[in-house]
């Protein structure tokens, strides 16, 4: 592993990076492909960070698993091995049900809906990430998310015994719905799993399927749109609550500047990965009515046990997102 800048900060009372003499240095572990907009977005807010410090902090970005995998960021960050890092929020579901909020199938498909999704989502959210000793400076959606498959699929008749690639717990329950057989695996590991026959199938963005070069592998792709999910980029709260104000609001603002522009970069991309796809031979189309129908029955149940696990305040959140 390399050498990580651990920051002293939470074990002081209060510290001011703005103006200091020498820079602060934080590393920041993210989970996906260096070329992916998430990560071309942290380096930019990286940049933004050094700039409202007037070059007190400075940000180094580590993209695609290479500090710590994409499934260990989370904990790197709240044991402060990493003071800031990036990944997948419903990754974490499994730890904390309400970060599957944005994992509901079918509930909000476009951008817009997944903003207002996460208006209403977003105090519980945060407060579920305090309790985990953790901060959420920026979020920023993934476009929405279909089906890979090595052949025509019209329905679960053509999925029975597929084996597919999970990202976190709800996904492998939609492939369970569908008769097929999860097994998690990292984006970043992905080409490979798919090369060695590990997995033969997965629900992701275009985006993932373009990083990945999946046409190598996979030749349909459906455009189901199930949801919209969000990568964050957390802070460790130790840290966080021993910054000072005026760093803290130099965090804050490259964070909101950083989301904003991230989001607006996904919508942008979401057709030219289609684009792409296809050009490597894939053949993109929507899902058939059929196929269609089948995934809308097992999103609602999907639904009704997320609701079940997180209990009032999952209703809270589908109670304040439908009055808007
Ligand atoms: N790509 C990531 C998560 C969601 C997405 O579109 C992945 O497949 O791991």
């Given at each position: 592993m390399k050498t990580i800048n651990i920051t002293l900060c939470a074990t002081l009372a209060t510290v001011g990076f703005a103006g200091s003499a020498m820079a602060e240095k934080w590393d920041m572990p993210m989970a996906?492909?260096?070329?992916?907009f998430h990560s071309e977005h942290g380096v930019i807010f990286a940049d933004k960070v050094k700039e409202y410090t007037n070059g007190g902090l400075e940000i180094t970005v580590h993209p695609g698993?290479?500090?710590?995998?994409g499934g260990e960021i989370k904990r790197a960050v709240q044991t402060g091995q990493a003071p800031i890092g990036e990944r997948f929020?419903?990754?974490?579901a499994n730890e904390a049900?309400?970060?599957?909020?944005?994992?509901?199938?079918?509930?909000?498909?476009t951008y817009e809906e997944n903003d207002k999704l996460w208006a209403a989502a977003k105090d519980k959210v945060n407060a579920a990430l305090a309790g985990q000793n953790l901060v959420a400076i920026y979020t920023c959606p993934w476009p929405g998310q279909g089906f890979y498959f090595n052949k025509a699929v019209n329905s679960s008749a053509d999925t029975k015994g597929v084996k597919f690639r999970s990202y976190n717990s709800a996904t492998a329950t939609f492939a369970e719905g569908l008769g097929m057989i999860p097994v998690q695996v990292e984006a970043a590991e992905l080409s490979q799993a798919l090369a060695t026959g590990v997995a033969e199938s997965f629900i992701s963005s275009g985006s993932t399927g373009y990083d990945r070069k999946v046409w190598e592998h996979l030749s349909h792709y459906y455009k189901v749109n199930a949801w919209l999910p969000r990568n964050y980029v957390m802070v460790n709260k130790g840290v966080w609550d021993g910054l000072d104000a005026d760093t803290q609001a130099a965090l804050q603002k490259a964070g909101d500047e950083t989301g904003a522009a991230c989001a607006q970069k996904s919508a942008d991309l979401a057709s030219f990965y289609f684009e792409e796809l296809e050009k490597g031979g894939m053949t993109v189309e929507p899902a058939s009515p059929d196929f269609l129908a089948e995934l809308k029955a097992i999103g609602a149940k999907m639904t009704d046990d997320w609701l079940k696990e997180v209990g009032a305040d999952g209703q809270a959140i589908l109670d304040a997102y439908k009055a808007n």
């Amino acid at each position: 592993m390399k050498t990580i800048n651990i920051t002293l900060c939470a074990t002081l009372a209060t510290v001011g990076f703005a103006g200091s003499a020498m820079a602060e240095k934080w590393d920041m572990p993210m989970a996906y492909s260096a070329t992916n907009f998430h990560s071309e977005h942290g380096v930019i807010f990286a940049d933004k960070v050094k700039e409202y410090t007037n070059g007190g902090l400075e940000i180094t970005v580590h993209p695609g698993g290479s500090l710590f995998k994409g499934g260990e960021i989370k904990r790197a960050v709240q044991t402060g091995q990493a003071p800031i890092g990036e990944r997948f929020m419903s990754a974490h579901a499994n730890e904390a049900p309400i970060l599957g909020w944005d994992n509901l199938p079918f509930l909000a498909t476009t951008y817009e809906e997944n903003d207002k999704l996460w208006a209403a989502a977003k105090d519980k959210v945060n407060a579920a990430l305090a309790g985990q000793n953790l901060v959420a400076i920026y979020t920023c959606p993934w476009p929405g998310q279909g089906f890979y498959f090595n052949k025509a699929v019209n329905s679960s008749a053509d999925t029975k015994g597929v084996k597919f690639r999970s990202y976190n717990s709800a996904t492998a329950t939609f492939a369970e719905g569908l008769g097929m057989i999860p097994v998690q695996v990292e984006a970043a590991e992905l080409s490979q799993a798919l090369a060695t026959g590990v997995a033969e199938s997965f629900i992701s963005s275009g985006s993932t399927g373009y990083d990945r070069k999946v046409w190598e592998h996979l030749s349909h792709y459906y455009k189901v749109n199930a949801w919209l999910p969000r990568n964050y980029v957390m802070v460790n709260k130790g840290v966080w609550d021993g910054l000072d104000a005026d760093t803290q609001a130099a965090l804050q603002k490259a964070g909101d500047e950083t989301g904003a522009a991230c989001a607006q970069k996904s919508a942008d991309l979401a057709s030219f990965y289609f684009e792409e796809l296809e050009k490597g031979g894939m053949t993109v189309e929507p899902a058939s009515p059929d196929f269609l129908a089948e995934l809308k029955a097992i999103g609602a149940k999907m639904t009704d046990d997320w609701l079940k696990e997180v209990g009032a305040d999952g209703q809270a959140i589908l109670d304040a997102y439908k009055a808007n």
